[in-house]
């Protein structure tokens, strides 16, 4: 998983923070608030984090091959710049990473049928099975961390995090 930094005006306040929030008492009251979330999100992240280091340490990956294996397997087949774009490298990088992929035949490289100056990368079988395999630990990390939610708060949760997400 890979987060990306952005600074978009939604998540930035151009106002300091201390003025932000004008109502009285509301203030101390959202300024804790921020820092609990912000704890949490942090706590989180890298929990979840150094569980994906551990997953992929114990498989031989390195983490950027993982991150381009879960993309390519949502995403299907995708332009290089493209690629590169999503998980956060130059294309410099990408050529070095997708070089070694290739020869572990994880991944092909093929012409774009439309765009002759673009060249597509796609998982292989073997690399779809990487996919579907990886998959499966993210889907039982899920399973295992909300077990203990109602069908309600499994709802609110995805919503809240997917109105996160499209903060990015």
Same mark, same amino acid.
């Given at each position: 998983?890979?987060?990306?930094?952005?600074?978009?005006?939604?998540?930035?306040?151009?106002?300091?923070?201390?003025?932000?929030?004008?109502?009285? +008492?509301?203030?101390?009251?959202?300024?804790?608030?921020?820092?609990? *979330?912000?704890?949490?999100?942090?706590?989180?992240?890298? #929990? *979840?984090?150094?569980?994906?280091?551990?997953?992929? /340490?114990? #498989? %031989?990956?390195?983490?950027?091959?993982?991150?381009?294996?879960?993309?390519? %397997?949502?995403? %299907?087949?995708?332009?290089? #710049?493209?690629?590169?774009?999503?998980? +956060?490298?130059?294309?410099?990088?990408?050529?070095?990473?997708?070089? #070694?992929?290739?020869?572990?035949?994880?991944?092909?490289?093929?012409?774009?049928?439309?765009?002759?100056?673009?060249?597509?990368?796609? *998982?292989?079988?073997?690399?779809?099975?990487?996919?579907?395999?990886?998959?499966?630990?993210?889907?039982?990390?899920?399973?295992?961390?909300?077990?203990?939610?109602?069908?309600?708060?499994?709802?609110?949760?995805?919503?809240?995090?997917? /109105?996160?997400?499209?903060?990015?």
């Amino acid at each position: 998983m890979t987060v990306e930094h952005h600074h978009s005006s939604n998540l930035h306040s151009s106002e300091p923070h201390s003025t932000a929030h004008s109502t009285a +008492g509301h203030s101390t009251a959202a300024h804790s608030t921020d820092h609990a *979330l912000n704890h949490v999100i942090i706590e989180f992240y890298e #929990k *979840l984090s150094s569980w994906e280091h551990a997953i992929v /340490r114990d #498989k %031989g990956f390195s983490l950027s091959q993982v991150h381009t294996i879960e993309l390519l %397997g949502v995403h %299907g087949a995708m332009r290089m #710049k493209e690629l590169a774009d999503k998980i +956060g490298v130059t294309t410099g990088t990408l050529t070095v990473q997708i070089d #070694k992929m290739v020869e572990a035949q994880w991944v092909v490289r093929r012409p774009h049928e439309t765009d002759r100056r673009s060249i597509l990368v796609e *998982l292989t079988e073997k690399g779809q099975a990487l996919f579907l395999e990886h998959d499966a630990l993210h889907l039982q990390l899920t399973t295992d961390l909300t077990a203990k939610m109602s069908s309600e708060e499994r709802i609110v949760l995805l919503n809240l995090l997917s /109105r996160m997400n499209n903060e990015f």
